[in-house]
């Protein structure tokens, strides 16, 4: 409960800081802002007055202005100074430019010839002309013309004689169009509005045309006074609703908070207050704090990123901590453990090597049993084909036999061409039983060398010499379909010409009783090896085809065989990486056996 308790607290502390910082931050950008926007304007202001304020004095020290004013009934005179004033209007840019005596009436303008001249008009209500006369210098001035209803700053100078006594005032009226052309909105993305007051608290200048003519005294009376009715005629001058409150501590003395009310609805701004060059104007900035709420709320966020990031940080140590002493009390546990299983381990490792021995002298005298085997059903099918031995080498030692017994009759009779014929013979006879008895003696060796590259017609061939000496094969067809190119296989010569012998007699004893006997041998190419195919057109195979590759299965009797051929053959052929299978023939009666060995190439 604590726990959670202080998550809380903290959290609740992270926001509310967050918060305030950021108030403090968008108050101080906001107000910076608002300083950089009342320091461009300032400038534009201070050049603009620095363009004007030399030039009434430059006009007064003209001569014809002092002559007029000396001789104000001489048509003459007044027509050369109003064309005077037509001419400086022109040079100066202003609006306006008249010629006042010391009472105030216009007696010369720019504008004499036009029905709103201001000849004949009286302005010593006006400051410029009072200021001007009672000071002895320059002055600015700003209010609404009485005739044109425009604003205008205004730039007098009091008009000398050659001994420095005042004769008149002469004025140049310029229009706020002027500054206004200069008016740019302020660069920023907090809606930031400008407005400029004179001493009375009254908008002479704003950026938002609703807040022009507007009365921001703190009293609203403003407008009451004759002077700022004078100032500014025929215009409403209503009073702003606002209400100042506590600005932060972050401002400075010349920024407060302030909320206007807008018909219903009131929003908050910060008021930047600055004056401005050389006159009584004070222009405030006032921007929008809708950013502020903005920076609070990005604040916000990141302090709650960094709550969670350290909260989680704090939860990893924590339960790092957890762990690692887990981890101590594991590992001390796992020593204790360790220390009390070494001896069993060791007891079992013992027994695992004795194991592994026992197991390693079993499979090597399984091999053995297997070779011994495999060598043991060679012998048999030796020994069953040692009768037709027999009868292959007596026919010869009996034509050998015949053959010596005339030879020597034929020497007794001086025959010794017969004699030589008769030598020939017998040779050709010897060289045809030692080629038989070489043949079984290479069947009834052992392999004893690993599988290499074999050409797959040689273990065939010597296949078909012990088949056809048999006399069990007299009358049967056999057909070897011998390939031109040597067939390249993965193989062993005589494993391989053991399994063949095997297939062969089979499919000799297959097709016994047959009428026509026939057995087929090929050699074909099966994509990555070579398929040898043995049939015969003999009685065929039992339903169940996979039970022939079991040991001691046979469909013969005992004295034929206990079974043991084709399950070795399928060993031997496996152990060369190939296959072994038989089924019935699809294209007749008999059966036919598929022998499968990879493929290799002669570089090989």
Known sequence: MFYRISVVVVLTATLLLSWVLGGWFGYRQLENDSLQEAFRYRQLVANELNRYIP?????????????????????????????QMQRMATIVGGSDVYLMDLTGLAIA?????????????????????????????????????????????????????????????????????????????????????????????ISFLASNRKWLYRDFSPTGGAAENPKVRQRYPQRELKPVEFSLQDGPWVLSEHATRMRIKNGDSEQSYLALDAGLPRLD?????????????????????????????????????????????????RGEQLERRVAQRTVDLKRSNDQLLAEIQERERAQTELRETQQELIQAAKLAVLGQMSAGLNHEINQPLTAIQAYARNSRKFLERGAG????????????????????????????????????????RLPVDAALKIINAQSSSDGITICWLRPDAPTMCHGDLIRVEQVMVNLMA????AVEGQAEPEIQVEIVEDGEYWRCVVRDNGHGLPRNTERVFEPFFTTRSVKQGLGL??????????????????????????AEFVLKLKQRRAEE
């Open 417 to 456: 061409d017969m004699v030589d014929a008769n030598l020939q013979e017998i040779v050709t006879l010897c060289d045809k039983m030692a080629e038989l008895i070489r043949q079984f003696k290479v069947f009834a060796r052992k392999s004893e060398g690993p599988p290499s590259l074999v050409d797959f």
């Open 55 to 83: 030039v009434p004095e430059l006009i007064a020290e003209h001569p014809l202005l002092a002559e007029a004013l000396k001789r104000p009934d001489d048509p003459v005179t007044l027509l050369q100074a109003n064309e």
């Open 281 to 329: 104007w004070r222009l405030v900035v006032v921007a929008d704090t809708r950013s502020v709420l903005w920076a609070r709320i990005g604040f916000l966020v990141g302090g709650g990123a960094i709550f969670l990031a350290g909260f989680l940080t704090w939860l990893y140590l924590r339960e790092r901590q957890r762990r690692e002493r887990e981890l101590a009390a």
């Open 565 to 590: 051929g084709l399950s070795i053959s399928k060993q031997i052929v496996e152990s060369l990486g190939g296959s072994l299978s038989g089924q019935n023939r699809a294209d007749g009666s008999g």
């Open 109 to 201: 303008a720019n504008n004499f010839g036009q029905p709103d001249s201001f000849v004949g008009s009286n302005y010593s209500y006006r400051p410029y002309f009072y200021d001007a006369v009672n000071t002895g210098g320059s002055v600015v001035y700003f209010a609404l013309g009485t005739m044109s209803l425009e604003r205008g700053l205004y730039f007098s100078h009091p008009v000398r004689d050659q001994r420095g006594a005042i004769l008149g005032v002469v004025a140049i009226k310029v229009l706020v169009h002027e500054l206004e052309s200069l008016w740019q909105r302020p660069d920023i993305q907090r809606q930031a509005e400008m407005v400029v007051l004179d001493d009375d608290g």
């Open 506 to 509: 089979n499919a000799v004893q």
